[in-house]
């Protein structure tokens, strides 16, 4: 029962922390979303979709999110070369989307 219980409060904490992206004029901006909201933005991104949370991570230069993850920084990928190389249309994956980071 006691991990139970931890596992609830992380979740918690993961799903009320926001995540942070840093502009290149220094300013901050605040996303909060829900439990799968970072993988919803991947899922979004990948399929082309321009929605205002994703032009701002296209636009940002680095980002924080909860637990220390980096899922955000694969979505300003996909963005990036997207709008690079005019393939937002694109279904099929990248040949190396590591490179890309």
């Given at each position: 029962m006691k991990i139970q219980?931890?596992?609830e409060l992380l979740e918690k904490r993961l799903m009320s922390e926001p995540i942070m992206l840093?502009?290149?004029d220094g300013r901050t901006e605040t996303l909060r979303g829900r439990r799968y909201y970072t993988l919803d933005l991947f899922k979004r991104a990948w399929e082309g979709d321009r929605m205002p949370e994703l032009e701002l991570i296209a636009q940002s230069i680095s980002?924080?999110?909860?637990?220390?993850?980096?899922?955000?920084d694969m979505v300003r990928a996909?963005?990036?070369r997207a709008a690079d190389d005019g393939s937002a249309?694109?279904?099929q994956c990248p040949h190396n989307v590591a490179e890309d980071l």
């Amino acid at each position: 029962m006691k991990i139970q219980r931890r596992l609830e409060l992380l979740e918690k904490r993961l799903m009320s922390e926001p995540i942070m992206l840093l502009m290149p004029d220094g300013r901050t901006e605040t996303l909060r979303g829900r439990r799968y909201y970072t993988l919803d933005l991947f899922k979004r991104a990948w399929e082309g979709d321009r929605m205002p949370e994703l032009e701002l991570i296209a636009q940002s230069i680095s980002s924080t999110e909860p637990g220390g993850g980096h899922m955000l920084d694969m979505v300003r990928a996909i963005l990036n070369r997207a709008a690079d190389d005019g393939s937002a249309d694109d279904t099929q994956c990248p040949h190396n989307v590591a490179e890309d980071l």
